[in-house]
């Protein structure tokens, strides 16, 4: 969905998958990764490749079990990348604001910092004015940039948040998007009621996390 994540194309072969093996076989594959996930992100993380391989391991359920359709996954990647495209035209924004738009069932959440209103403003205008529909969050922070290491630890943050979602019963965390912002982890998708408060808890209780935002959508809604 963001700027940093495999563009449309390349999610689209994952999808076959579904249709060569039997549902039995399947779901046989899917309980088989969610045992052995935690125990890879464990030995990964000590590589220094924790992150990008965990999150490429479970893109195919991802994409199979998301509840929005396929359309709507296609047309939410498009917007990403819109949105990354038309705040890059923005010289000011670009050079001294960190700021990113993640669009999620139509609906836009802007994330990051800003040293003053003014350029968060301008953001959330440009975004406004390429008309993609929905809700726009904003989540926008007044303040300098976060640092290269702060940047880190938040990947190394969203990495633990999705490891421990993996070993959580009856937690589906293929339905789940973990992104986490200067310590402050934004949990979004489509998703029960039930999955919702299991997904804040295992967030809250991660050590580094500053504080959880929700930016959940009920199936119905």
């Known amino acids: 969905m963001s700027s940093n994540e495999k563009p449309a194309n390349s999610r689209i072969n994952t999808i076959p998958y579904k249709y ?29 490749c924790a992150g990008a391989v965990m999150l490429g391991a479970v893109s195919g359920a991802m994409m199979v079990n998301d509840e929005r359709s396929f359309q709507t996954q296609l047309d939410d990647t498009n917007a990403d990348f819109q949105i990354s495209s038309e705040l890059a035209k923005l010289e000011d924004v670009k050079n001294q604001a960190n700021i990113t738009g993640v669009m999620m069932n139509g609906n836009t959440l802007m994330i990051g910092q800003a040293p003053n209103s003014m350029l968060r403003d301008k953001a959330i205008r440009a975004v406004q004015q390429l008309k993609l529909g929905g809700k726009i969050h904003n989540q926008i922070r007044i303040g300098n940039p976060i640092s290269f290491t702060t940047r880190s630890n938040d ?20 339905r789940i998007k973990v992104i986490t912002e200067n310590g402050e982890v934004f949990l979004l998708g489509v998703v029960a009621r039930d999955q919702i408060e299991l997904a804040v808890d295992v967030a809250r209780n991660t050590a580094g996390v500053r504080k959880v935002i929700k930016v959940f959508e009920s199936p119905s809604s």
């Open 155 to 174: 990947t190394w943050i969203t990495t633990k948040v999705k490891s421990r979602m993996l070993s959580t019963d009856n937690l589906d965390v293929t």
């Open 20 to 48: 060569l093996v039997s549902s039995d076989t399947y779901s046989e594959w899917y309980n088989s990764m969610r045992r052995l996930l935690p125990l890879m992100a464990v030995i990964l993380m000590l590589q220094g």
